[in-house]
């Protein structure tokens, strides 16, 4: 089989997409697409491996895993050691088992549409093979998250790290909290408002705001809300770091999301379950 770089380029482009979103879906991290897109596009410039010649087999290790490093920082960014390391390791198990797949086929069908060569997968699909493949891995992996999904009621702990400071509290799961921020479109978990005072010392009142008494400070926001009971403003803060724990299975799901002031004495914070998938 002739190997043509473009199409080696442009298959592993969505391949290394995929792998990413897998990642992604598998480790709950969020995930910006434009970051994937572009950490995909450098990832498949590593395919190009594929040319080098037997006596330099022994470049290929080190190849890989300097590859996936790359894509994973560009995607997820870094935070620290421990979320790097975890988003490796599940990038680089996601795409050992596709190359396993990819051999397989490869093996089966004497490599007649698809051949594996220095580690690397080459498939020489037509455009509608590629997109009907693209759209079935799609729905397998929105099949995780939703599997992933079940049984997101119970209680939770948010844990919050911004400023150097780091917060507790405890959360409920509810569909009716259905607050975003309308440019982002970031959900928002509704929290009481003395939890937030730990952490950033004071929050925006958000009356004194709109009537020019007080500031609203370089990082939050006001959106408006509305519920069965009430309609208002709320200030909201899209802090560095936000995880939710499970407290019955101890499951910790990483979320990008604003947190916003209620003006309640509501004793836990409240947040929609789809902030999990």
């Known amino acids: 089989m002739y190997i043509y770089a473009d199409i080696l380029i442009i298959t ?19 995930l910006k697409t434009g970051r994937g897109i572009l950490a995909a596009i450098i990832g498949s410039l590593f395919s190009l491996a594929i040319f080098l010649p037997r ?9 890989k895993l300097i590859s996936s490093a790359v894509i994973v920082i560009i995607s997820f960014g870094f935070e620290n050691i421990g979320y790097f390391f975890r988003r490796m390791i599940v990038f680089y198990l996601c795409a050992f088992i596709f190359g396993g797949l990819g051999t397989g086929l490869a093996y089966l ?33 929105g099949v995780y998250k939703r599997l992933s999904y079940y049984g997101a009621d119970g209680s939770y702990t948010v844990i919050v790290s911004d400023c150097g400071r780091t917060a507790s509290f405890k959360a409920v799961a509810d569909t009716g909290n259905i607050l975003k921020d309308s440019f982002t479109g970031k959900y928002v978990i509704v929290c009481p408002k003395d939890v937030l005072m730990t952490l950033y010392d004071s929050v925006p009142d958000c009356i004194s705001v709109t009537e020019g ?45 604003y947190l916003g002031a209620a003006e309640n004495d509501n004793a836990e914070a409240v947040f929609n379950p789809k902030i999990l998938i």
């Open 109 to 141: 069908t004497g490599g007649r549409f698809i051949t594996a060569r220095n580690g690397v997968i080459y498939a020489d699909f037509s455009m509608p093979a590629l997109v009907i493949t693209s759209i079935a891995a799609y729905v397998c992996i």
């Open 55 to 63: 006596s330099l087999a022994f470049f290929l290790a080190p190849i």
């Open 12 to 30: 592993n482009i969505y391949v290394d997409f995929l792998l990413i979103k897998s990642a992604a879906a598998i480790t709950h991290s969020p």
């Open 213 to 257: 008494k007080s500031s609203l400070g370089k990082r939050w926001r006001i959106i408006p809300y509305s519920t069965v009971s009430s309609s208002g403003i709320m200030a909201v803060i899209c802090p560095r770091d936000v995880c939710l724990k499970n407290d019955e299975t101890g499951q910790i799901f990483r979320a990008d999301v």
